[in-house]
């Protein structure tokens, strides 16, 4: 299991320092985390303060279901245990949380009608998958607002936060990551063809459902781009 918690901190560091290189974080707020496996009451975090491009592997925390830190050398950001632990609680295919405030999503999370349309390849791989949370409270810093944001998310990998930002969940890290990439460059594709204000061409639902189909099928397409970027952004993550 130590290895197990060693691998997982390593690329949850690393995870966050891909954030940065790509831009998706904002200062040194927002929040990863990952649910070990066979120890469903325990997740990993990233400590508040630290700025994501500089994050290592022994300033990762581990967390228990109280927000409590079993290992490490901060306390759990409020509203990063109300948000993630309550997503790990209530949702088992939640293994990986990853919840930023990256400009495009964030932007089309800002619209009385957010939907992700299904308009570049990069879109289409999330059809079907998207749930939107239209309701604003707050800063979600009590265990209720953790509970009432799950179920919006319900079973879906990605949440829409209205006026907040987005919430992506997984099975790996290097998965979870891969898609949190690939929704901001949706976002960014339809954000930029909104602005030519020209009528937008969208995929009908059945070529739609039928290229997700065929993203799935691609298996661990992920650990190519997540290897990759390790490569990019050196060792220093590792101690």
């Known amino acids: 299991m130590e290895a197990i918690i060693a691998k997982a901190k390593e690329d949850l560091a690393a995870s966050l320092r891909m954030a940065a290189w790509y831009g998706l974080n904002e200062g040194v707020c927002n929040h990863f985390s990952y649910a070990l496996p066979g120890m469903d009451d325990r997740f990993l975090l990233n400590p508040h303060g630290i700025h994501w491009s500089r994050v290592k592997a022994s300033d990762i925390l581990l967390i228990d279901s109280e927000g409590r830190t079993i290992e490490g050398k901060t306390e759990a950001e409020l509203t990063a245990f109300?948000?993630?632990?309550?997503?790990?609680?209530?949702?088992?295919?939640?293994?990986?949380?990853?919840?930023?405030?990256?400009p495009?999503?964030?932007?089309?999370?800002m619209l009385e009608d957010p939907t992700l349309l299904p308009l570049s390849q990069q879109s289409l791989?999330?059809?079907g998958d998207v749930a939107y949370d239209m309701d604003y409270?707050?800063?979600?810093?009590?265990?209720?607002?953790?509970?009432?944001?799950?179920?919006?998310?319900?079973?879906?990998?990605?949440?829409?936060?209205?006026?907040?930002?987005?919430?992506?969940?997984?099975?790996?890290?290097?998965?979870?990551?891969?898609?949190?990439?690939?929704?901001?460059?949706?976002?960014?594709?339809?954000?930029?063809?909104?602005?030519?204000?020209r009528p937008l061409n969208v995929v009908g639902d059945n070529m739609a459902g039928k290229t997700k189909g065929e993203y799935e099928k691609g298996g661990a397409h992920y650990m190519p781009?997540?290897?990759?970027?390790?490569?990019?952004?050196?060792?220093?993550?590792r101690d």
């Open 225 to 237: 781009h997540f290897e990759g970027m390790k490569a990019m952004i050196g060792d220093d993550f």
């Open 104 to 109: 495009n999503t964030t932007a089309l999370a």
């Open 137 to 197: 409270n707050g800063l979600a810093e009590d265990r209720e607002e953790g509970d009432r944001i799950a179920r919006a998310l319900g079973d879906k990998k990605v949440l829409f936060m209205a006026n907040h930002g987005v919430t992506v969940v997984g099975e790996s890290i290097p998965e979870t990551f891969d898609a949190l990439y690939y929704l901001e460059q949706a976002a960014r594709l339809q954000v930029l063809a909104y602005s030519t204000g």
């Open 125 to 127: 791989r999330f059809w």
């Open 82 to 102: 109300t948000i993630h632990g309550r997503i790990h609680a209530n949702n088992p295919r939640a293994r990986c949380v990853m919840h930023t405030h990256m």
